[in-house]
Nanobody, 122 residues
């Protein structure tokens, strides 16, 4: 079983940057890609970004041009660098692991972390 632990969230002002981390442990042999999702107050959980075992990357609309996903294999950590944050980015950010399926679909991810809160003030 894969375990995921996120960190790096916080309260920042609009325009600032944050880097989220997701430490991966456990049996990762079957994991095909790792993703970041977010869920704002009263909103659906939405796809942010994903990275594959071969370091292919995909981005959801909220992330394009501002966020970067990366993976450090030696540290078993997946990162999400977020720049030019705005209040609409306020959400609980989740790291998730998938063994296959549609990359931007929540249903493709079977293991989830507990989430890290990002709050952006105007």
């Amino acid at each position: 079983q894969v375990q995921l632990v996120e960190s790096g969230g916080g309260l920042v002002q609009a325009g600032a940057s944050l880097s989220l981390s997701c430490v991966v442990s456990g049996r990762t042999f079957d994991t095909v890609y790792w993703g970041w999702f977010r869920q704002g107050p009263g909103q659906e959980r939405e796809f942010v970004a994903a990275i594959s075992r071969e370091d292919g990357v995909w981005y959801g609309d909220p992330a394009k041009g501002r966020f970067t996903i990366a993976r450090d294999k030696a540290k078993s950590t997946v990162y999400l660098q977020m720049n030019k944050l705005n209040p609409e980015d306020t959400a609980l950010y989740y790291c998730a692991a998938s063994e296959g399926g549609t990359i931007y679909s929540r249903s493709s991810y079977k293991v989830w972390g507990q989430g890290t809160q990002v709050t952006v003030s105007s």
